[in-house]
């Protein structure tokens, strides 16, 4: 979690030097569903991802360096910067893509599943996406038909309580989200998405459930998105949501619940978890540095793989 | 000489059944997936028996979510899978759009060529008994839009096999488009495997007076109209474009050259279609072997009308393309030879069927 907050707000840093020349999502406050859900997933689980996929993708173990270099628009980055913040890939992890259309990539991973049924693999899929998720017509496809099929995919729903910057309750009926994926005859669960742990207990439960073939899961998670939508900044100042509500999500950090929980625990001491964020840091420096020195591609290489051969 | 075998015919929907039962022999990663697929009329036949051979995990029936269901498509395909989708009409991919063209067609593109989709979507293009705005419309233009789709549209039941099992083996998207008034149509289809190329047009009927460059149906159409031509010793060149994306110029070119003159005939709206696309290619690279501004035959601008009456003189067919034929080429025919052509050409059917066995109902 440390990392990927580390990893954000370097971002955000530098994100005004505008030479990252693409749009920005950034999950710091949500870090801990990504970090809880991943921490259950082996190598060859796969994951799918959505436009706010930074976490998702350091979570699953993709690589830092490429990543940087993907959002510089390097020849290094894991598009080759074909894709940007958006579209990020790292097949060795087998996190097989996020796109930025909302719900896109969810029927891809009920897709990930039912191959892995018909070819007999013991893998799982995972589709991370948000509240406004839910809302697309494609998501309610995607939960029927891995019902239908019992098919091992993993539904991980963000609730973040917003879509850019309109609140749920003006998008949907005052009712849980999850009742939505009981009705379609999916197992649900539903907790804490701030508390590590708390994800990671459910998470651990339901990856469990999916390999004793009980089935598709569908776990909701609340949280809070500190930042603007899209962007590397605080946006109190746009005043849709109220200084309190702001006051309150950030005292719901996961970062210094767990910080607490480990120092009361003494698994770690002060300054070890310093040391930690310290080499943490430097490896974010040095990822900033390879793609910064990394070759810069040019047009010629826009132009070609279509098609695939 | 030819073996029987070799010589053995078959329907444009057997050929189809074929290739999809060939290609899952040959494949166990192929699965066939759509509404109605292992149902009682099984599309048209052209999925009939495959899921006595394969199974109910290869031949798949689906819930109604056509873009869901591309999506679960694309996902297997990413994972090893190649799977087949049919659609009983094209005007139901519509509700695919996003997955076809957000996903499908980018995913190789956008993640740098690490992976690809080898996806075929089979899109049946309905015509006549009344089928009406929503069940009778040619997409072959919008999909051909998108960079990272191939859209192919075979004539006949020999292309039909080959460029199915050729689509199934490509690595890339492939939307295969039938014309529901090609299924019945026989053809020498052989026996074996085979494939037949997805980039290359086909020069069906040689000919030296007019190119005729025409899509899917209206092949057949023009086919007429060079063969009626024929017994009076006028060579039209019809070209059979196979594929829309990508458009066969150079074959188009290299007859423009020899005749100077182009029809191109489509089974979908002029504005905007391959045949816009087509004509300016010729005309960017080929203005000097041009003796003629090139002309279309293809559909009005507005919507298919369901019923007859109003359908009568929708679709344009052979005599449309035979008038064209004699004014570009300034053909003029004594009353005898120009009535012998319309008694060959003319449509004897009710305007609405391909043929007196159809009767409906779709």
């Given at each position: 979690?440390?990392?990927?907050?580390?990893?954000?707000?370097?971002?955000?840093?530098?994100?005004?030097?505008?030479?990252?020349?693409?749009?920005?999502?950034?999950?710091?406050?949500?870090?801990?569903?990504s970090?809880?859900?991943?921490?259950?997933?082996?190598?060859?689980d796969?994951?799918?991802?959505?436009?706010?996929?930074?976490?998702?993708?350091?979570?699953?173990?993709?690589?830092?360096?490429?990543?940087?270099?993907?959002?510089?628009?390097?020849?290094?980055?894991?598009?080759?910067?074909?894709?940007?913040?958006?579209?990020?890939?790292?097949?060795?992890?087998?996190?097989?893509?996020?796109?930025?259309?909302?719900?896109?990539?969810?029927?891809?991973?009920?897709?990930?599943?039912?191959?892995?049924?018909?070819k007999?693999d013991?893998?799982?899929?995972?589709?991370?996406?948000?509240?406004?998720?839910?809302?697309?017509?494609?998501?309610?496809?995607?939960?029927?038909?891995?019902?239908l099929?019992?098919?091992?995919?993993?539904?991980?729903?963000?609730?973040?309580?917003?879509?850019?910057?309109?609140?749920?309750?003006?998008?949907?009926?005052?009712?849980?989200?999850?009742?939505?994926?009981?009705?379609?005859?999916?197992?649900?669960w539903?907790?804490?998405?701030?508390?590590?742990?708390?994800?990671?207990?459910?998470?651990?439960?339901?990856?469990?459930?999916i390999?004793?073939?009980?089935?598709?899961?569908?776990?909701?998670?609340?949280?809070?998105?500190?930042?603007?939508?899209?962007?590397?900044?605080?946006?109190?100042?746009?005043?849709?949501?109220?200084?309190?509500?702001?006051?309150?999500?950030?005292?719901?950090?996961?970062?210094?619940?767990?910080?607490?929980?480990?120092?009361?625990?003494?698994?770690?001491?002060?300054?070890?978890?310093?040391?930690?964020?310290?080499?943490?840091?430097?490896?974010?420096?040095?990822?900033?540095?390879?793609?910064?020195?990394?070759?810069?591609?040019?047009y010629t290489?826009?132009?070609?793989?279509?098609?695939?051969? | 000489?030819?073996?029987?075998?070799?010589?053995?015919?078959?329907?444009?929907?057997?050929?189809?059944?074929?290739?999809?039962?060939?290609?899952?022999?040959?494949d166990?990663?192929?699965?066939?997936?759509?509404?109605?697929?292992?149902?009682?009329?099984?599309?048209?036949?052209?999925?009939?028996?495959?899921?006595?051979?394969?199974?109910?995990?290869?031949?798949?029936?689906?819930?109604?979510?056509?873009?869901?269901?591309?999506?679960?498509?694309?996902?297997?395909?990413?994972?090893?899978?190649?799977?087949?989708?049919?659609?009983?009409?094209?005007?139901?991919?519509?509700?695919?759009?996003?997955?076809?063209?957000?996903?499908?067609?980018?995913?190789?593109?956008?993640?740098?060529?690490?992976?690809?989709?080898?996806?075929?979507?089979?899109?049946i293009?309905?015509r006549?008994?009344?089928?009406?705005?929503?069940?009778?419309?040619?997409?072959?233009?919008?999909?051909?839009?998108?960079?990272?789709?191939?859209?192919?549209?075979p004539?006949?039941?020999?292309?039909?096999?080959?460029?199915?099992?050729?689509?199934?083996?490509?690595?890339?998207?492939?939307l295969?488009?039938?014309?529901?008034?090609?299924?019945?149509?026989n053809?020498?289809?052989p026996?074996?495997?085979?494939?037949?190329?997805?980039?290359?047009?086909?020069?069906?009927?040689?000919?030296?007076?007019?190119?005729?460059?025409?899509?899917?149906?209206?092949?057949?159409?023009?086919?007429?109209?060079?063969?009626?031509?024929?017994?009076?010793?006028?060579?039209?060149?019809?070209?059979?474009?196979?594929?829309?994306?990508?458009?066969?110029?150079d074959?188009?070119?290299?007859?423009?050259?020899?005749?100077?003159?182009?029809?191109?005939?489509?089974?979908?709206?002029?504005?905007?279609?391959?045949?816009?696309?087509l004509?300016?290619?010729?005309?960017?690279?080929?203005?000097?072997?041009?003796?003629?501004?090139?002309?279309?035959?293809?559909?009005?601008?507005?919507?298919?009308?369901?019923?007859?009456?109003?359908?009568?003189?929708?679709?344009?067919?052979?005599?449309?393309?035979f008038?064209?034929?004699?004014?570009?080429?300034?053909?003029?025919?004594?009353?005898?030879?120009?009535?012998?052509?319309?008694?060959?050409?003319?449509?004897?059917?009710p305007?609405?069927?391909?043929?007196?066995a159809?009767?409906?109902?779709?």
């Amino acid at each position: 979690m440390l990392r990927i907050r580390r990893v954000e707000e370097a971002l955000a840093e530098k994100y005004a030097e505008q030479q990252m020349r693409c749009p920005m999502h950034l999950c710091i406050g949500q870090e801990a569903i990504s970090v809880g859900v991943c921490a259950t997933l082996t190598n060859q689980d796969v994951v799918f991802s959505n436009h706010r996929a930074h976490g998702h993708y350091l979570a699953k173990g993709g690589d830092l360096k490429r990543m940087i270099a993907e959002l510089y628009g390097r020849s290094t980055g894991c598009c080759g910067g074909r894709g940007g913040s958006m579209h990020l890939v790292d097949l060795d992890v087998n996190f097989l893509g996020s796109t930025p259309i909302v719900g896109g990539t969810v029927p891809l991973a009920v897709g990930a599943a039912w191959a892995a049924r018909l070819k007999g693999d013991d893998r799982l899929s995972v589709a991370f996406f948000g509240d406004g998720g839910v809302e697309e017509g494609v998501v309610h496809e995607s939960m029927n038909f891995a019902a239908l099929h019992r098919l091992p995919v993993l539904f991980v729903c963000e609730n973040n309580n917003f879509s850019v910057y309109t609140p749920l309750k003006e998008r949907q009926p005052n009712q849980p989200i999850y009742k939505m994926a009981e009705a379609h005859g999916l197992t649900s669960w539903h907790g804490d998405g701030n508390d590590v742990e708390t994800v990671f207990n459910i998470a651990r439960q339901a990856t469990q459930a999916i390999h004793n073939q009980q089935g598709p899961q569908f776990i909701e998670l609340s949280t809070y998105r500190w930042r603007e939508h899209c962007g590397p900044n605080f946006d109190n100042e746009l005043n849709y949501r109220t200084a309190e509500e702001i006051t309150t999500g950030m005292a719901a950090c996961p970062l210094a619940k767990s910080r607490k929980n480990i120092l009361a625990a003494g698994t770690q001491s002060m300054d070890q978890l310093q040391q930690l964020e310290n080499e943490i840091d430097r490896e974010i420096a040095a990822a900033f540095e390879f793609a910064l020195s990394s070759p810069i591609p040019t047009y010629t290489d826009a132009v070609g793989k279509v098609y695939a051969q | 000489m030819r073996s029987e075998t070799a010589a053995r015919k078959l329907t444009y929907a057997q050929a189809i059944q074929e290739a999809l039962r060939q290609a899952m022999e040959a494949d166990p990663g192929v699965v066939v997936i759509g509404e109605g697929v292992p149902d009682p009329k099984a599309i048209f036949g052209t999925t009939a028996g495959l899921r006595e051979q394969f199974g109910a995990q290869r031949v798949f029936d689906m819930p109604l979510s056509e873009n869901g269901m591309t999506g679960v498509c694309i996902g297997a395909a990413l994972c090893g899978i190649r799977p087949v989708m049919v659609h009983q009409r094209i005007d139901f991919a519509l509700l695919a759009m996003d997955q076809l063209v957000n996903n499908a067609a980018k995913w190789h593109y956008m993640f740098n060529g690490l992976k690809s989709v080898p996806l075929v979507v089979r899109l049946i293009v309905g015509r006549g008994w009344g089928q009406g705005p929503q069940h009778s419309q040619s997409l072959q233009a919008l999909f051909a839009h998108i960079p990272g789709l191939k859209v192919i549209g075979p004539a006949t039941a020999y292309d039909a096999k080959g460029m199915l099992i050729a689509a199934i083996e490509d690595n890339n998207p492939v939307l295969f488009i039938e014309h529901r008034w090609l299924h019945n149509i026989n053809d020498v289809v052989p026996v074996d495997s085979y494939r037949t190329s997805l980039d290359k047009a086909r020069i069906v009927h040689a000919g030296n007076i007019v190119t005729i460059a025409a899509f899917s149906y209206m092949v057949m159409e023009a086919l007429h109209v060079a063969q009626a031509f024929a017994k009076h010793g006028i060579a039209v060149e019809v070209i059979d474009l196979r594929s829309a994306s990508p458009l066969d110029t150079d074959t188009v070119l290299s007859s423009v050259k020899k005749t100077g003159l182009l029809i191109v005939a489509d089974t979908a709206r002029a504005s905007g279609g391959i045949t816009a696309e087509l004509i300016t290619r010729i005309v960017e690279q080929g203005f000097d072997h041009l003796r003629k501004p090139p002309t279309r035959i293809a559909l009005p601008d507005h919507p298919a009308p369901t019923s007859h009456f109003l359908a009568n003189g929708y679709y344009p067919d052979a005599v449309n393309i035979f008038e064209e034929i004699c004014r570009i080429a300034d053909i003029k025919l004594g009353a005898d030879a120009r009535a012998q052509i319309l008694h060959d050409i003319r449509r004897i059917n009710p305007h609405d069927v391909p043929n007196l066995a159809f009767t409906g109902p779709f």
